[in-house]
């Protein structure tokens, strides 16, 4: 009885190849996803920040115009401005004390979410300077990754606006 060998032609050689490769499109993937998770959470990270920064530019901006027609008019720009710098704040879907914080205006002290800001009417002007406390977006993710840094960023605005 005789024996037929397979040769060594093009399709075994082939199919050698197909199972050697036969993991790698799990490894590229691997490899990759890491890379594309890194930068989505970074972009991520990144917009927060921008939003943070643009909801505080307008809470100072709001408080400003406020405290300028409440100044004209007479009557209590202080607490006008003070409730206009708490609903931008919260309204912008930020994490908000519910008060101003005296030790918002020290980044090394206050908790996340705190704010205070000043405000003076003199001279025509208006001027309010709000400082905020902004959480980080991922304090969880980079204690697990071993990154040593604050659980906040620290955000300050001013404006001015004539007195009407």
Same mark, same amino acid.
Do not use: K
């Given at each position: 009885?005789?024996?037929?060998?397979?040769?060594?032609?093009?399709?075994?050689?082939?199919?050698?190849?197909?199972?050697?490769?036969?993991? =790698?499109?799990?490894?590229?993937? /691997?490899?990759?996803?890491?890379?594309?998770? *890194?930068?989505?959470? %970074? &972009?991520? @990270?990144? $917009?927060?920040?921008?939003?943070?920064?643009?909801?505080?530019?307008?809470?100072?901006?709001?408080?400003?115009?406020?405290?300028?027609?409440?100044?004209?008019?007479?009557?209590?720009?202080?607490?006008?401005?003070?409730?206009?710098?708490?609903?931008?704040?919260?309204?912008?879907?930020?994490?908000?004390?519910?008060?101003?914080?005296?030790?918002? =205006?020290?980044?090394?002290?206050? /908790?996340?979410?705190?704010?205070?800001?000043? *405000?003076?009417?003199? %001279? &025509?002007? @208006?001027? $309010?300077?709000?400082?905020?406390?902004?959480?980080?977006?991922?304090?969880?993710?980079?204690?697990?990754?071993?990154?040593?840094?604050?659980?906040?960023?620290?955000?300050?605005?001013?404006?001015?606006?004539?007195?009407?």
């Amino acid at each position: 009885m005789r024996v037929m060998r397979r040769s060594a032609g093009p399709r075994s050689l082939l199919a050698r190849r197909w199972r050697d490769r036969h993991g =790698q499109g799990l490894v590229e993937f /691997a490899m990759v996803s890491v890379a594309l998770i *890194v930068l989505l959470l %970074g &972009g991520t @990270a990144l $917009v927060m920040g921008v939003v943070a920064r643009m909801v505080t530019t307008n809470a100072a901006r709001d408080a400003a115009r406020v405290a300028a027609i409440d100044c004209g008019a007479g009557t209590n720009y202080v607490s006008a401005s003070q409730q206009a710098v708490y609903q931008d704040l919260s309204g912008g879907g930020q994490v908000v004390q519910s008060s101003p914080s005296s030790s918002a =205006q020290s980044p090394s002290t206050s /908790a996340p979410g705190a704010w205070d800001w000043s *405000v003076s009417c003199s %001279g &025509g002007n @208006a001027a $309010v300077q709000v400082w905020y406390n902004a959480p980080d977006v991922f304090p969880l993710i980079l204690h697990s990754l071993g990154v040593q840094r604050a659980s906040s960023f620290f955000l300050t605005a001013t404006a001015t606006f004539p007195v009407e």
